[in-house]
């Protein structure tokens, strides 16, 4: 065998490599779920996203919710009798926020118990899909985060506080425009986060938890831990 013939048979597995790992872990995933399901008689939904080398030449792939997430999750929920649990498997940095509303609506919406598991983390809106369930089961070391709107990289919140504190003659159109998208936001998203706790607690304490993880208490990636 030449190097050519080498280099090809290299370059045929190295491609088939990352097919076969999926494979092999949708494989394990499936075996996985179904003895959980029959375990605790309930519908197990997985939302994991997480850096994956999985694509053809091997480069790694990061995941964050967005709207095909919303159609499979909702579609499953869809699918599963209104009495029967849903187990929910939780473990993203969030992303946008209309498929995350959307999730988790569903899951308020559904009449049978719904358990959210967080292995590791459930940021952002992944935090938002959380505060629906009826239990959130974290381990010693699983975080949540805050709620509060992003307009592309820059908090809405901190936004609002540049607006405030500087002349309004020395602020560009730009950044009043974006400011006022983030109010909007801001005030979107805590009465949602409201709305969701409202039915797990008395409608002041939901108030201010809800403003407390919209409002730009802390930085968005702050940790909440269980404990």
Not at 188 to 196: D, M, V, Y
Not at 197 to 224: C, F, V
Request: net charge neutral.
């Amino acid at each position: 065998m030449d190097i050519m013939q080498l280099f090809w048979l290299f370059f045929i597995i190295s491609a088939l490599q990352p097919v076969l790992q999926r494979r092999y872990l949708e494989a394990m995933r499936v075996r996985k779920i179904a003895s959980i399901e029959k375990k605790r008689s309930s519908r197990v939904i997985l939302l994991i996203h997480r850096q994956e080398t999985m694509n053809l030449l091997g480069f790694p792939l990061m995941r964050y919710i967005d709207v095909n997430d919303s159609e499979e999750v909702l579609r499953a929920i869809q699918m599963t009798d209104d009495e029967v649990p849903l187990d929910i498997v939780l473990h993203t940095p969030g992303g946008l926020v209309l498929p995350a509303t959307q999730i988790a609506r569903a899951i308020q919406g559904h009449k049978g118990k719904v358990t959210v598991f967080v292995p590791h983390y459930a940021m952002s809106g992944g935090t938002l899909i959380a505060l629906a369930a009826d239990e959130i089961v974290m381990c010693e070391h699983s975080v949540l985060g805050p709620v509060d709107p992003q307009l592309g990289q820059l908090p809405a919140a901190s936004l609002l506080k540049v607006v405030a504190e500087k002349p309004i003659a020395e602020i560009d159109d730009q950044t009043l425009i974006m400011a006022d998208v983030g109010r909007k936001a801001i005030a979107q998203i805590e009465a949602f986060a409201k709305r969701l706790l409202s039915d797990k607690m008395d409608e002041n304490r939901a108030a201010a938890l809800a403003a407390k993880l919209a409002t730009g208490t802390w930085t968005h990636d702050y940790p909440h831990l269980c404990r």
